[in-house]
């Protein structure tokens, strides 16, 4: 499967505790995304990356949120300090750059904190 | 800050005919592009169909196009010869300050209309 893999794609925590999710994008392309989605909203999003440069990031990424991507591949993301505000799915997507809004997605990670 | 309105919450549609998911949008950009996107249950979202804003035919892939209406800032979605995999969760979303020198890549999305379809 070449498409965008995230894990884990559940993630129960209690408030307070750390979380990290990890996103795997389509091999070739330079440009990695996050999003939040809340149940019955819109993805929002929250940061992206150009191959390992983090060049956006939304005022929803609150100081207690941190992304990465160390070589340009994979992404993580991590939420420390976890609120039950933060109970949400979070999707990432990849592309190509200059490719005009054709985001590809993977399923999503979604996170209950109890 | 751009917006998007998606009012339509829910539509259903019979299999084999057609439906149209209403979508508007706000901005002060001229340059701009618009997309439809499907989140199917438990799916992984898919980009279903694209507009950019300068050209004024409106764009079609298969059984899906869209009425764009720049000057009213509208953007809908016909979906014609329903089938029973397309009932998902449909997004509008919009991308701009490509031309603006504002650089931003992130897309602004609708909450979305929950399509069902009955055989």
């Known amino acids: 499967d070449t498409g965008v893999s995230q894990n884990p794609r559940h993630k129960i925590t209690k408030r307070g505790q750390n979380v990290t999710f990890r996103c795997d994008p389509i091999?070739?392309?330079?440009?990695l995304y996050w999003y939040r989605q809340t149940l019955g909203q819109g993805p929002e999003f929250l940061t992206y990356?150009?191959?390992?440069?983090?060049?956006?990031k939304s005022r929803l990424l609150s100081d207690r949120f941190s992304a990465e991507r160390p070589k340009g591949s994979f992404s993580t993301l991590e939420i420390q300090r976890t609120e039950q505000g933060d109970s949400a799915m979070y999707l990432c997507?990849?592309?190509?750059?200059?490719?005009?809004?054709?985001?590809?997605f993977g399923e999503g990670s979604r996170l209950t904190v109890l | 800050a751009q917006t998007v309105t998606q009012s339509q919450p829910e539509m259903s549609v019979q299999e084999a005919e057609t439906v149209t998911l209403s979508c508007t949008y706000d901005?002060?950009?001229?340059?701009?592009?618009l997309f439809w996107y499907k989140q199917p249950p438990s799916r992984q979202m898919i980009l279903v169909i694209r507009?950019?804003?300068?050209?004024?035919q409106n764009a079609t892939e298969n059984r899906f196009s869209v009425n764009f209406q720049k000057a009213a800032k509208s953007f809908s979605l016909k979906i014609s010869d329903s089938q029973l995999g397309d009932a998902a969760m449909y997004f509008c979303?919009?991308?701009?300050?490509?031309?603006?020198?504002?650089?931003?890549?992130?897309?602004?999305f609708g909450k979305g209309t929950k399509l069902s379809v009955i055989p």
């Open positions: 979303a919009y991308e701009g300050g490509r031309y603006s020198g504002a650089g931003s890549y992130q897309l602004t």
């Open positions: 997507a990849s592309s190509l750059a200059f490719q005009t809004g054709e985001l590809f």
């Open positions: 507009q950019e804003a300068y050209k004024q």
């Open positions: 901005t002060s950009e001229s340059d701009y592009y």
């Open positions: 091999s070739e392309h330079n440009r």
């Open positions: 990356f150009q191959n390992e440069a983090q060049l956006e």
